[in-house]
């Protein structure tokens, strides 16, 4: 089934390692995103990649970084985790940067991240 | 700054209907968005309005009005598995996603 594979579903991390959540496209889309989810918050773009090869800093992009080797895959790595990086990650694609085409987002099932 | 404003929580009826409103302050505007998220899973996209005026799928219709600020979903002939939060989006100028922090909706029998 095509769409978007992230890994892991969960995971429980000591603050100060280093941690690298995984995403996978298969539908050929242009766009990625990395969002973090925080109760009583809405969604916040960490990094977001409009094509492959360049990246860009979102709202909150502090303590993460990401890269775009190739269309498909997305990594982001927290180089050392803090407990404040506790948080539901979405990993997102559009066919176009924005989502402007047809306004659609699709999403990843979510990496569940607890720094302790 | 930017604003996105939708209550937090509302409680309805299976078989009734229910409106939930979503009033924006942006910088620009290219769109607004809704997404249903039920719990513990990712959004799934329901709507997308650019114009103003009434967007109707099926048992789920989306508002806009562009001089207000002013979106809203509204849902029909509820049903349990409507029970889920509903995530309110305006595309900026920069064609970046402002999300609101959802409204959950509780459906009762």
């Known amino acids: 089934i095509a769409g978007i594979t992230q890994a892991p579903t969960s995971q429980i991390l000591a603050a100060g390692r280093r941690m690298t959540l995984r995403c996978t496209q298969d539908?050929?889309?242009?766009?990625m995103y990395w969002y973090r989810q925080d109760l009583g918050l809405g969604l916040r773009l960490i990094h977001y990649?409009?094509?492959?090869?360049?990246?860009g800093k979102g709202e909150v992009p502090d303590g993460y970084s990401v890269s775009r080797a190739n269309t498909d895959d997305f990594p982001l790595t927290l180089a050392s985790a803090v407990p404040s990086q506790t948080s539901v990650y979405f990993c997102a694609s559009s066919r176009l940067a924005g989502g402007a085409d047809t306004g659609e987002l699709f999403f990843g099932e979510g990496s569940r991240l607890t720094v302790l | 700054g930017q604003n996105i404003d939708q209550p937090t929580e509302m409680t309805a009826t299976e078989g009734a209907i229910v409106q939930i409103n979503c009033t924006y302050q942006t910088s620009g505007f290219n769109g607004l968005f809704w997404y249903q998220q039920h719990a513990g899973e990712a959004p799934t996209f329901l709507s997308y309005?650019?114009l103003d005026g009434l967007e109707e799928k099926g048992r789920f219709s989306s508002f806009l009005s562009r001089s207000k600020g002013y979106s809203y979903l509204l849902l029909k002939e509820l049903q349990m598995k409507d029970s889920a939060s509903y995530l309110c989006a305006v595309m900026d100028s920069n064609y970046q996603l402002i999300w609101g922090a959802g409204t959950k909706l509780i459906i009762k029998p």
């Open positions: 309005n650019v």
């Open positions: 539908m050929r889309h242009n766009a």
């Open positions: 990649s409009n094509t492959a090869g360049t990246t």
